[in-house]
Structure formats: C-alpha cells, structure tokens
C-alpha cells in the first residue's frame, strides 16, 4: 500500500466520529418525536376534565331546531283559517236561528190586515225563545225603531255587564301575556272594524244592516265594541208572505269569539312550549352524540404548538374507541386509531433503528480501536502493515454502513414524494440483467431470462423497483458457485382480486435454512458465503427492498427449491 493510499489518522477520527455522532443524532431525534406525541398526554387528559359546556356545534344544532320550532308556531298562529273559520260558522248559525225566531214573530205576532206585528207578543217570543238560548236579539219596526231588546226584557241576566278591573302589572300568567302580547302585535296587520254602537230604547237604528233585512235582505256585521272584542251581528226581515213587517237583529256578546281564539291560542302555546322542552333535551342529545365525541377525538389527538416545552409523559396517547357507532363518528375514530397505532409503530421501528445502527457501528469501531491502539506497540514494518489494513478494512465497512444506513433512512421520506408512474416492467427487468452482467461474467454465472413477447406495463416508482432487482440479483450472484446459472423470469399473474406481475429470480446456491426463511428480510441480517471478505454487505438490501415492494401494496418472499438446491425470491405487485 503507497501513503497517499493509507488513511491519515485525523480521517480515521473524522469517520469514527460521523457514525457516533449519526447514531447520537437517531437518538435524538426519536426522544424528540416521542416528546412530542407523549408530551400532548397531560394537556389531554386536563381538556377532558374541564367542566360541561356547549360546545359550538351544541348551540348550532340547539338554535337551528328551536329557529324552526318558533317559525313553526308562528305561522301556526299567524294563519286566521281558524278563527275566519270560527267566525262563519257563528253567523251561518246566527242566520238560522234569526230566520226561525223571524219566522215564529211573523206567525204569531203579525196582524193579519196589517203590516205590522204586535210588539208585545213579539217581546214575549224574544222572552221565551231567544233569552234562554242567550242570545241577543233586537226587534225594529219598518221605519227602523227599536221596539224589542233582550237585555230590557224582565229576567234578563245581561242588563248589566260587570268587569273588575285588573291590577297594574297582573296577568293571569305568562301564556296570557305571550297570548295578549301576540293579538297587539297581529291586530297591527288587520283592517280595523267599525265600533259597535248600542241603540236606544224606541231609538232609530244607525246600523245598516238593519235597514238591509227591512229592504228584505239578509245581512251580516262584523264590529268590535269599547274593549275592542269582536261582535258578530246577523239581520234577517220578519215577513208574511211578501209583506216585510220589521226586521230581527241578533248579535253574538263582546269577546265570545275572541275567548275560543284565545283559548285556542294558549292551548297552541302550552303545546309548542312542551315541544320547546322536547326539542330542546333533543337537540341537546344529538349534539352530545356528535359534538362530545368530535371533540373528545380532537383532543386526543392534538398535538399542537407549544408541546415540546411540556413536560415528557410516559403515558401512552389512547383515541377514544367510537368504532361501535357504525357511522361516521365510529370510522373517524378507527381512521385516527390506525393512525396513532402507526405513528407509535412507526416510533418503535425507528428506536430499534437506532438500537441495530448503534450496534452495527459499535463492530468496527471497537475493531478499528483496537487496530489504532495496537499500532503503538508493533514494533516490525510487517506487524504495522496488518494493523493498516485491518484499519482501512474497517474505514470501508464504516463508509459503507453509513452509507446504506443513511440511504435506508431517506427511503420512507422519498417513497412518499415520488409520484408512481406507469412503465414497462419487461424492459426494466432486461436493463437490470444488462447491469449486472460484467458482475455475472466475473463469477463466472449465467443470468437466464425469461420475458413474455409483449410488453408488461406496471404502475409505480421505476427507480425504486430497478433497486429491488438489483438487490436481489446481487443477493443470488453472491451465493452462485462458478458454473451456476440463475433464472429471471416475469410474467402476469392476478394479485388477489386485481390484476398484477410476478417476478421470480431463481438461484442454484446453498439455499436458506427454514428458520431464516423470514429473518432475511430484517436490518442488518446477514449471512454471507464462506468466500465473502467479512463486512462486504451492511444486511440492508433485502430490507430495503421488502420496504419498496410494500409501498407499492406488494408483497416478496424466499423460499427453497424443490427440484435441488437454491433459493428462489418472488415479487408479487399489483399493476
């Protein structure tokens, strides 16, 4: 070895350091990491414990379904079918007795030669007919003078009407003034009504329905009086034959019908406030079963700014488990389920990473070590010339274990980045064989390949699965004899339901012992041929490719042939 090819002591230090220091740095990074999902475990748990409060959507869902419920009601008291409805069937009912009681006068009051009736005969009719029916009746002669009314007849209970007065501020409760305070509000939308005014004793009447009923007609009023409650008036004539003799008035009380609206209205009322309570407990449940557990998933999973500066907690970050619900909620909570199992996988591969780099790198420097610390006490030119090259053996292994380790770190991170493209898997696999046949022809080992006609096209990262190729041919090269032959074929083949490619790279080496069948696939496995210098492989290219194979959704696996000895590898890849 010349001295410009011997490794200066400064570079062996350098070289020994950079890997010690990459191992310290793995560590770092991963106490870093599990800071800051771990760390989230206290703020977590304290978020939780908060008291009760309606959250944001609570009130949403709360505000919406009552908005609709008022709206409801509303319209339900706004519409007037109801009392319209009320209203007409109080005079079709007042026109007919109006036209019986009419008729009855006319009968028995009427003077046969005359067109007129006896008003003391018709007093009594009203007395005995129209005063137990409580009804109000008004009799006028034919020039309109009032010569009979109800409440002047002797018994009559509604000569005198008498209200007590309410006290300032009392109400008889709180659906009375909502239902007092809706009339002031809904009499400001209707036409105003004509004031109801009484008629005199013997007096002429103002009203002109009752000049419609002398005329022969029959009409209808609709007035409101001093309290402004509603008064319904029917007049019909009271006629002989053709011959009209007076005419007959009758008219419901003040506030009959706007008693049965009323009481409608608070019936309405005490309805919709019970419904209010229901929707309400409702609303509030079904935010609880939607908002509670959003946010119960939210904070368990939030790991924020400001988590490093918290203090680590041991404490495993467990998702709620809402998979049960069997809606969106339960496949939200199994999505951030998976993903926080991944993530802690994800922690776990990488302090085994760090534990397997350690030790890898822990190997050649306790070689090189011992090799620097020895050179002091060889004494011949010879001794020291082993020690060198047993120092610069160890530099190799130390570059090359970096090397992979670095690129083996980067390779998740650039699975991700890479957009997966389609390309001819045929032409790839015979690009790789033509690589490795100057390797081939040194060992003196013939690459077969067996490839289909046309092409075979493939999605994915082109690059990373000429890697995987070319890993695995490299692996069966090493382990091929002089004389050997090694068989690359492809072909389609389904992969489970979808289409998909198989490669299989057949070997005639030693084979695989069946209880490393699957070990050969983990970092920094190796098991190399008796003939390989020691170190010549770091153990991460079968790893690596079972990485690549993976994020492509395939799958690789090793077994032994049947028909003699060596192994054979499949890569199975849907396309």
């Given at each position: 070895?010349?001295?410009?090819?011997?490794?200066?002591?400064?570079d062996l230090k350098a070289?020994?350091?950079?890997?010690?220091?990459?191992?310290?740095?793995?560590?770092?990074?991963?106490?870093?990491?599990?800071?800051?999902?771990?760390?989230?475990?206290?703020?977590?748990?304290?978020?939780?414990?908060?008291?009760?409060?309606?959250?944001?959507?609570?009130?949403?869902?709360?505000?919406?379904?009552?908005?609709?419920?008022?709206?409801?009601?509303?319209?339900?008291?706004?519409?007037?079918?109801?009392?319209?409805?009320?209203?007409?069937?109080?005079?079709?009912?007042?026109?007919?007795?109006?036209?019986?009681?009419?008729?009855?006068?006319?009968?028995?009051?009427?003077?046969?030669?005359?067109?007129?009736?006896?008003?003391?005969?018709?007093?009594?009719?009203?007395?005995?007919?129209?005063?137990?029916?409580?009804?109000?009746?008004?009799?006028?002669?034919?020039?309109?003078?009032?010569?009979?009314?109800?409440?002047?007849?002797?018994?009559?209970?509604?000569?005198?009407?008498?209200?007590?007065?309410?006290?300032?501020?009392?109400?008889?409760?709180?659906?009375?003034?909502?239902?007092?305070?809706?009339?002031?509000?809904?009499?400001?939308?209707q036409r105003p009504l004509?004031?109801?005014?009484?008629?005199?004793?013997?007096?002429?009447?103002?009203?002109?329905?009752?000049?419609?009923?002398?005329?022969?007609?029959?009409?209808?009023?609709?007035?409101?009086?001093?309290?402004?409650?509603?008064?319904?008036?029917?007049?019909?004539?009271?006629?002989?034959?053709?011959?009209?003799?007076?005419?007959?008035?009758?008219?419901?009380?003040?506030?009959?019908?706007?008693?049965?609206?009323?009481d409608e209205r608070i019936?309405?009322?005490?309805?919709?406030?019970?419904?209010?309570?229901?929707?309400?407990?409702?609303?509030?449940?079904?935010?609880?079963?939607?908002?509670?557990?959003?946010?119960?998933?939210?904070?368990?999973?939030?790991?924020?700014?400001?988590?490093?500066?918290?203090?680590?907690?041991?404490?495993?970050?467990?998702?709620?488990?809402?998979?049960?619900?069997?809606?969106?909620?339960?496949?939200?909570?199994?999505?951030?389920?998976?993903?926080?199992?991944?993530?802690?996988?994800?922690?776990?591969?990488?302090?085994?990473?760090?534990?397997?780099?350690?030790?890898?790198?822990?190997?050649?420097?306790?070689?090189?070590?011992?090799?620097?610390?020895?050179?002091?006490?060889?004494?011949?030119?010879?001794?020291?010339?082993?020690?060198?090259?047993?120092?610069?053996?160890?530099?190799?292994?130390?570059?090359?274990?970096?090397?992979?380790?670095?690129?083996?770190?980067?390779?998740?991170?650039?699975?991700?980045?890479?957009?997966?493209?389609?390309?001819?898997?045929?032409?790839?696999?015979?690009?790789?064989?033509?690589?490795?046949?100057?390797?081939?022809?040194?060992?003196?080992?013939?690459?077969?390949?067996?490839?289909?006609?046309?092409?075979?096209?493939?999605?994915?990262?082109?690059?990373?699965?000429?890697?995987?190729?070319?890993?695995?041919?490299?692996?069966?090269?090493?382990?091929?004899?002089?004389?050997?032959?090694?068989?690359?074929?492809?072909?389609?083949?389904?992969?489970?339901?979808?289409?998909?490619?198989?490669?299989?790279?057949?070997?005639?080496?030693?084979?695989?012992?069946?209880?490393?069948?699957?070990?050969?696939?983990?970092?920094?496995?190796?098991?190399?041929?008796?003939?390989?210098?020691?170190?010549?492989?770091?153990?991460?290219?079968?790893?690596?490719?079972?990485?690549?194979?993976?994020?492509?959704?395939?799958?690789?696996?090793?077994?032994?042939?049947?028909?003699?000895?060596?192994?054979?590898?499949?890569?199975?890849?849907?396309?």
């Amino acid at each position: 070895m010349t001295e410009a090819e011997r490794p200066d002591r400064d570079d062996l230090k350098a070289d020994s350091s950079s890997a010690a220091d990459l191992a310290t740095a793995g560590r770092a990074r991963l106490e870093k990491l599990r800071g800051q999902m771990e760390g989230a475990a206290s703020s977590v748990r304290e978020r939780l414990e908060e008291p009760f409060s309606f959250s944001s959507l609570t009130r949403r869902i709360i505000a919406l379904n009552l908005a609709a419920l008022v709206f409801l009601l509303g319209g339900v008291l706004y519409l007037s079918q109801f009392r319209d409805g009320l209203i007409d069937l109080r005079l079709a009912s007042l026109k007919t007795e109006a036209e019986l009681i009419a008729i009855t006068i006319a009968e028995s009051a009427g003077e046969p030669n005359n067109q007129s009736y006896d008003r003391l005969v018709a007093n009594e009719i009203l007395r005995r007919v129209a005063l137990p029916a409580g009804l109000r009746a008004q009799i006028y002669d034919r020039s309109g003078r009032l010569t009979g009314d109800t409440r002047a007849l002797p018994g009559s209970a509604l000569v005198v009407e008498v209200e007590p007065l309410r006290a300032p501020g009392a109400a008889d409760g709180l659906l009375s003034r909502l239902e007092d305070l809706y009339e002031r509000a809904a009499g400001l939308f209707q036409r105003p009504l004509e004031l109801y005014q009484e008629t005199p004793p013997s007096g002429i009447s103002k009203d002109e329905e009752v000049y419609v009923a002398l005329s022969g007609e029959i009409a209808f009023a609709e007035r409101v009086n001093s309290q402004d409650e509603l008064i319904l008036s029917v007049a019909v004539p009271i006629k002989r034959v053709r011959t009209v003799m007076g005419g007959l008035m009758l008219s419901t009380e003040g506030g009959e019908i706007g008693e049965i609206v009323r009481d409608e209205r608070i019936a309405i009322l005490q309805v919709f406030f019970v419904a209010l309570i229901v929707n309400f407990l409702l609303s509030v449940v079904l935010a609880q079963t939607i908002a509670r557990p959003i946010r119960k998933l939210a904070e368990a999973a939030d790991l924020g700014s400001g988590q490093e500066a918290r203090p680590l907690n041991p404490n495993r970050i467990h998702i709620p488990n809402f998979t049960k619900r069997h809606d969106e909620i339960g496949d939200l909570s199994g999505s951030l389920r998976r993903m926080t199992d991944a993530l802690y996988d994800r922690i776990e591969a990488i302090e085994s990473f760090a534990a397997d780099v350690a030790h890898e790198i822990k190997n050649p420097l306790t070689s090189l070590r011992s090799a620097v610390e020895t050179m002091r006490l060889a004494r011949s030119d010879d001794a020291r010339e082993r020690l060198l090259s047993v120092i610069e053996n160890d530099v190799r292994r130390l570059d090359r274990l970096v090397t992979d380790i670095s690129n083996a770190s980067r390779l998740d991170a650039e699975l991700v980045r890479e957009d997966m493209d389609v390309f001819d898997f045929r032409s790839l696999v015979q690009t790789v064989v033509d690589i490795s046949g100057p390797q081939a022809e040194k060992r003196k080992v013939e690459i077969h390949v067996r490839l289909p006609e046309t092409a075979l096209p493939l999605r994915g990262m082109e690059s990373r699965l000429a890697q995987v190729l070319h890993n695995i041919l490299d692996n069966a090269l090493s382990f091929s004899a002089p004389g050997d032959a090694i068989t690359v074929s492809a072909q389609t083949k389904p992969f489970g339901v979808r289409p998909g490619l198989c490669l299989e790279i057949i070997d005639e080496g030693a084979g695989i012992p069946e209880e490393n069948l699957e070990s050969i696939f983990s970092r920094f496995y190796s098991q190399r041929p008796e003939d390989e210098e020691f170190g010549g492989h770091s153990g991460l290219g079968l790893s690596i490719c079972r990485q690549i194979v993976e994020a492509h959704g395939g799958a690789v696996w090793a077994e032994n042939r049947a028909d003699r000895a060596g192994a054979k590898f499949s890569v199975h890849l849907p396309s």
